[in-house]
């Protein structure tokens, strides 16, 4: 079963922030999240990893409940170059989530 | 830096017909992996490989096969192809597993018609 994440579809102003929810019912030991533009490949933003290490992104930031296997990914001042389809993926064989689509609009 | 290499980058077949995909991983990876995305759809997980020996297996058909070879590059051979295997096939690579950022390569656009 794929992690579902929350919401399906946002739509932004320039500047706004942005939180994207991942749940997963089956345990996860690390979630990867990935932005993809259309037609193009996914681009890694973040990675988590049990006992809290974290490698991404330096302006992008997220948090992972190993307990409630729960993560969410925080975009502050969003930017145009921001939009995109955002997965979670969790664990090494990268089972996507159902994705979030985000607009930013200027 | 190098990335990920696919190849082709566009590939039209008939129903029927058989088709390889290939990916050559970043340079000193050891792991590949496979997935495959419909239209609207998220990519999902086909098989992958470390240090040439399949690591982990997904929703691959069993018309479809995938070695690793020992020059660390990776192909997909899909036979007997059917309309519904139209999708884009993204290779990604990694040094080591699990833990491990896992880079994606163009992807190779398979059109089945």
């Known amino acids: 079963q794929q992690p579902v994440q929350s919401p399906q579809a946002v739509i932004l102003r320039e500047g706004e922030d942005a939180v994207i929810n991942c749940s997963s019912s089956k345990a996860l030991y690390s979630v990867h999240w990935y932005r993809q533009k259309h037609g193009e490949a996914p681009v890694f933003l973040m990675i988590?990893?049990?006992?809290?290490e974290q490698k991404g992104h330096e302006k992008i930031s997220a948090s992972f409940n190993e307990k409630k296997q729960q993560s969410s990914l925080y975009l502050t001042a969003s930017q145009l170059s921001y939009s995109g389809t955002y997965f979670c993926g969790g664990n090494e064989k990268l089972t996507f989530g159902t994705g979030t689509r985000l607009t930013i609009i200027p | 830096a190098a990335g990920v290499i696919q190849s082709p980058r566009h590939l039209i077949k008939e129903k029927r017909e058989t088709a390889t995909l290939k990916c050559y991983p970043i340079p000193r990876h050891d792991t590949v992996y496979w997935y495959q995305q419909g239209p609207g759809q998220d990519p999902q997980f086909l098989i992958s490989?470390?240090?040439?020996?399949?690591?982990d297996k997904g929703s691959i058909p069993d018309r479809f096969s995938a070695q690793q070879f020992s020059d660390y590059h990776s192909e997909l051979n899909m036979s007997s192809l059917e309309l519904g295997d139209s999708a884009l096939y993204f290779c990604?690579?990694?040094?080591?597993?699990?833990?491990?950022?896992?880079?994606f390569g163009a992807g190779t656009r398979l059109s089945v018609l």
């Open positions: 990604a690579s990694s040094l080591g597993r699990s833990e491990n950022i896992q880079y």
């Open positions: 988590l990893l049990k006992g809290g």
């Open positions: 490989f470390y240090e040439k020996m399949q690591s």
